[in-house]
């Protein structure tokens, strides 16, 4: 009887992090330059409201500030510092292989002044579901961001999302609703109504000073029963009892302008999930609901995912996927690029505390001590101006790819991929007839009427009685196809080389129009015809342009090669090459 005695030995093999450049995968080792890489577990217990806001605090090197505090608005996202002045500094995002952001498009002063400069299209990684994400990796230097040539100036953030994997349907489903507080203005120390009261007479009893007699309320209420010299002279209770009793009436006035103009919100994100697959196909399909309130009031942004893939195994060497990611979302406001002063955090720092929003008639107060960049008083009143005005952005978003994957041997692969970008945007901007967007408007058609009489010339307007609206309609198609070859395998036991080839076109075309309609009536929804005046220098005026249309269209074609060597896994010798033609060169 023979007894065979076996002894099993533990062996520990450490798996290596998988880097993904976009136009292929490598090792953390091998990678060549600064590379960070984010896995599933660095993204969970986060409760993310886009993928650019989740990479806040993540990686260092990578800056991730607030834009605006407007709902929904991007993340300016900044690798290694800024690279440039006047350019584009932002990041090129890739998902899934496709470069999904490019340099702005060219766009007018008018869409500049239209509050959505950074959002007249999609931000390219804004509308992807954030628990779509696999893993993120970001290429920080020149080096690893070589591939992509120019347009990896400053830096590259590559996006993998989630696929089907084989087996039973997972079904994942998740919620979160979280309350954001107001700002508490009372951090900031501002004065009350009697601390303003008191500071306006200190500033008048000062004879040393050149006093404005119509700035303040105090100043106001001086001047009008001519108690100024009085009260320099022998103080506040040696002026006339109905001064005295005007300005005491202004320490017991005002209202809470944090209350009037922010309020606490309440904000909501569910997403679905569903996976599987077997021999023949994986899917993934995924549907995300994400509702943001203001905390200023009249603000919000409501955004919808959903986001399908499958991948075919047509033969054991072939593979066939197909992906579709879909994004709707609007988000509203009133009208706040007029003036500074028309922003809500400017105007709750600077008001009069004093001032009420309407009198005992019901009618709205203006502050007089407002005035334009031109010096006038123009009456504006805030919470006028949201209840008149109005601010929508709607965009939609459909990302179509396709890929092939084929594995000639097990050191050869080819790999095709074709993919498209649909986006659109459509932004509407009211302004009611009772709103100081459209006095402020009314200013802009002012000239001078000169009779042909000889009678005295006199002061006119052209704009028409009503309201002001305008309306942007933009569109954006971009194509790209990539080809691409990659050799990968060992020779003997140290040596192993690295090489990839291939081409990409790309093309985007933008068509953009914007159309201005005055003397708008919001109950019959018309508009008045805009008549001009001759012998005037507003014909050219971009400011009564109605109707304005612009398009463009690029090309883009490139050859790309990087190519490794490494020896015993230890030392790797790298180098990339890359030629980009495009027809934005020349005449």
Same mark, same amino acid.
């Given at each position: ?159 993998? $999302? ?17 309350? $954001? ?154 009208? $706040? ?251």
């Amino acid at each position: 009887r023979k007894e065979v005695r076996v002894v099993m030995e533990e062996k520990v093999d450490e798996l290596e992090e998988v880097v993904i450049t976009g136009y292929g995968t490598t090792t953390k080792r091998r990678a060549a330059g600064s590379v960070a890489v984010l896995g599933r577990e660095d993204l969970e217990n986060r409760i993310p409201t886009s993928v650019d806001n989740l990479l806040q605090g993540l990686v260092a090197g990578v800056a991730v500030t607030a834009s605006s505090g407007r709902p929904g608005s991007s993340a300016k996202i900044r690798i290694r510092g800024t690279n440039t002045i006047t350019g584009n500094a932002e990041p090129l995002w890739v998902i899934d292989g496709v470069p999904v952001q490019d340099e702005l498009p060219e766009i007018s002063l008018d869409q500049v002044k239209s509050e959505n400069f950074n959002e007249i299209f999609v931000n390219g990684i804004a509308g992807i579901n954030p628990n779509d994400i696999e893993n993120i990796t970001f290429l920080k230097d020149a080096a690893a961001a070589s591939i992509y040539g120019a347009l990896a100036a400053n830096g590259v953030i590559v996006v993998t $999302t989630k696929k089907g994997k084989a087996g039973k349907m997972r079904v994942n489903a998740s919620g979160s609703v979280f309350y $954001t507080l107001k700002p508490d203005l009372d951090k900031l120390n501002l004065m009350n109504a009697s601390e303003k009261v008191d500071f306006e007479l200190g500033l008048a009893t000062q004879k040393d000073l050149t006093y404005r007699s119509d700035y303040g309320s105090v100043a106001r209420i001086l001047n009008k029963y001519g108690q100024l010299e009085t009260l320099q002279n022998n103080g506040f209770d040696a002026i006339s009892m109905e001064a005295q009793n005007e300005i005491n009436k202004l320490r017991k006035s005002g209202v809470d302008w944090g209350d009037e103009v922010y309020r606490n919100a309440l904000n909501q994100q569910y997403n679905l999930s569903i996976s599987g697959g077997g021999e023949l196909a994986n899917y993934y399909f995924s549907a995300g609901y994400y509702n943001e309130e203001g905390t200023t009031r009249g603000t919000g942004f409501e955004r919808y995912n959903m986001t399908m893939k499958t991948d075919f195994n047509l033969l054991e060497n072939l593979n066939v996927g197909v992906s579709l990611f879909l994004t709707d979302s609007k988000r509203k406001s009133y009208v $706040t690029d007029t003036e500074a002063f028309t922003n809500p955090s400017n105007y709750t720092r600077m008001v009069n505390p004093y001032l009420e929003v309407k009198d005992e008639n019901g009618d709205y107060i203006y502050d007089p001590d407002i005035l334009d960049n031109d010096g006038r008083n123009l009456e504006f009143n805030f919470i006028e101006e949201m209840k008149n005005t109005s601010y929508s952005l709607k965009n939609r978003s459909i990302k179509p790819m396709i890929t092939l994957d084929y594995k000639v041997t097990s050191w050869l692969r080819l790999f095709s991929q074709f993919s498209m970008q649909l986006e659109n945007s459509k932004t509407e901007k009211i302004a009611n007839k009772n709103s100081y967007f459209v006095r402020k408007y009314k200013e802009k058609s002012k000239y001078t009427y000169r009779p042909s009489d000889g009678s005295p010339s006199e002061t006119r307007y052209f704009l028409p009685d009503g309201g002001v609206i305008q309306y942007w309609d933009n569109d954006m198609t971009q194509y790209q196809w990539k080809l691409q070859g990659e050799f990968a395998k060992y020779f003997g036991e140290f040596h192993s080389v690295n090489v990839m080839a291939g081409l990409e076109m790309r093309g985007n075309k933008t068509t953009n129009v914007h159309t201005k309609g005055f003397g708008y009536d919001p109950n019959s929804l018309t508009t008045e015809t805009l008549v001009i005046p001759d012998n005037t220098n507003f014909q050219n005026d971009a400011n009564f342009e109605q109707y304005s249309k612009s398009f463009t269209e690029d090309r883009f074609l490139s050859y790309y090669m990087t190519a490794s060597y490494t020896y015993d896994n230890r030392y790797t010798m790298f180098g990339s090459l890359r030629y980009d033609g495009s027809n934005m060169f020349g005449v």
